[in-house]
């Protein structure tokens, strides 16, 4: 494994969908996947959270396998899906801005790499990151990845060209790295600067969002409030712990035992007999957050039912039917329209 050089929390995380955009990119270019997985610490990106620490030694394999300008091309690789949860919830906003606000709110959802805000300036907007891996040899692709995917996603969300004015960073780019980022994004490119930065025409942000959700949108919101309320869980007790982070990786695939320990830093023996000391088993904690939120989904939303499944990360429907009859007696159908009837 290549070494690092940036100093970072060990709980630092990148979701799976982001970490697995880099995984495909790299490969796609022609980095073998013994060289990644070498990289990785393991055989392949899959359903869990990856360390910044490995997201990073992927991306400097890569770097090295296919050059610095692999940063950019990475980001042109992304989809709103890429940013996993806080992906679906750009895709209901009515306006770019609305869809930045958000990024700006829930970035954590998707990586522990750095983060983002935004200034006024005059008619223009700049918009800057925070590199949190600054000291990393693939800082440069890094932020150069971050920038290139914001574009490509607004992109795909309005399904038109989006151009910023102008691009700083604070790493020196070769003249052919500035000449290609300068080409691909239709902005003046500069080194050297003393903030890794986009300046762009403030208007943009009002371009309107063709499939947007404003419906969805206050349900999306307060389901990422609840991931995000899960990334930092309060000393009050094993079993709020455990919830909070089955909660926070909900939508994202099945919710392991061995991901839910990682997250706690404790071995799975350890977690278990935390557990068991509470009197409770992990499954039954498992059943009873997807149970609470299956409630409050069914009452308080007009979500699909196929929807909620997937937000509760069941194999299917018919799977999330089956599981919610046994708790509550009734398919899920049946307790909505009980609820509306009495409401």
Not at 80 to 108: D, H, K, M, W
Not at 259 to 272: E, F, I, K, W, Y
Request: hydrophobic share 45%; glycine share 8%; net charge neutral.
């Amino acid at each position: 494994m290549l070494p690092t050089d940036c100093s970072i929390a060990p709980n630092a995380r990148v979701v799976a969908p982001y970490a697995h955009t880099l995984w495909s990119a790299a490969l796609s270019g022609g980095v073998s996947q013994a060289q990644l997985t070498q990289s990785l610490g393991r055989s392949q990106v899959g359903d869990e959270d990856v360390r910044v620490s490995q997201y990073l030694a992927m991306l400097q394999t890569a770097c090295t396998q296919l050059g610095s300008g692999f940063g950019w091309s990475l980001g042109q690789s992304v989809k709103p899906t890429s940013y996993g949860a806080n992906g679906i919830l750009l895709l209901a906003c009515r306006t770019l801005g609305e869809a930045l606000q958000q990024v700006l709110r829930f970035e954590s959802l998707v990586h522990d790499l750095g983060r983002s805000s935004i200034a006024a300036q005059g008619g223009q907007r700049v918009y800057s990151w925070r590199n949190d891996c600054a000291s990393h040899s693939a800082a440069g692709a890094l932020v150069a990845s971050v920038f290139s995917g914001i574009q490509t996603c607004a992109q795909w969300l309005v399904d038109g060209v989006v151009a910023p004015d102008e691009i700083r960073f604070v790493h020196r780019l070769s003249a052919e790295d500035a000449a290609l980022i300068a080409r691909a994004s239709g902005a003046r490119v500069t080194g050297g600067c003393s903030a890794n930065q986009v300046v762009f025409a403030a208007a943009l942000l009002e371009t309107l969002i063709p499939q947007a959700n404003a419906a969805m949108l206050p349900l999306l919101q307060q389901h990422a409030n609840a991931l995000l309320q899960a990334r930092h869980p309060s000393g009050q007790g094993i079993v709020v712990q455990v919830r909070k982070r089955i909660t926070g990786r909900l939508g994202g695939g099945q919710v392991r035992l061995g991901d839910v320990a990682s997250d706690l830093c404790m071995s799975v023996r350890t977690l278990q007999r935390h557990l068991a000391q509470a009197g409770v088993a992990y499954q039954g904690v498992l059943d009873d957050t997807r149970h609470e939120l299956a409630l409050h989904y069914l009452a308080s939303t007009t979500m699909a039912l196929a929807a909620v499944s997937d937000l509760l990360a069941f194999q299917d429907t018919s799977a999330f039917n089956h599981a919610f009859k046994q708790w509550q007696g009734v398919t899920p159908a049946a307790y909505r329209s009980e609820v509306r009837s009495v409401n």
